[in-house]
């Protein structure tokens, strides 16, 4: 089962970076297996520290804002057990150690171990808008893989869902990732091609 998350970690430095991920879990969630990019921050950070943080949270704005690129700064804290930092707002943590890496293909598979976890606070709940912020972030993430005429095809679907259903927050991350998405198909435009950045954290 895929677990739509946000993941936290570390460079050396200790510079914050924060992704939405989407790993497979079970329900048990002792383990769970990430799948970065190797172009992504995530990967480069998880392979250096071999360290961080999967959250659980409803908040989509937060999620649409990570997935495009967009500069964050929520509330955060140390984590417990592990190098890292834990999003305050967030429902649910795991903090994590890498237990195998495999990065031959330019998707790296890296199963980790969680070490620690907790709750925060109650899970508000996801309605249609929610849903489909979360498709729309999803398919901002891949304008390098998908044409560009599909993608705004779903996100003229998707439109109305978050109208009829989403509160501000909805609304707000709705559009910052049309508007994304619309400036890649305008760039495209200019140079002959879409952009080749894969946008992975």
Known sequence: MILEG???TLDRAGTLNIAPMGPKVDPAMRRFVLRPFQTS????NLKAQGEGVLHVTDDV???AQTAVGRPVDPMTRPAEVVRGRVLVDACRYYEFRVVELDDREPRTTL???VVAQG???DFFGWNRGKHAVLEAAILATRTSLLPLEEIQAEFRKLAPLVEKTGGADEHTAFTLLNDYVNAVGVAASREGGL???DRQP
């Open 6 to 8: 946000i993941v936290t």
């Open 41 to 44: 921050t995530t990967y480069r």
């Open 61 to 63: 704005l937060l999620l």
């Open 111 to 113: 199963v980790v171990e």
């Open 119 to 121: 709750r925060q606070r």
């Open 195 to 197: 952009d080749s950045d």
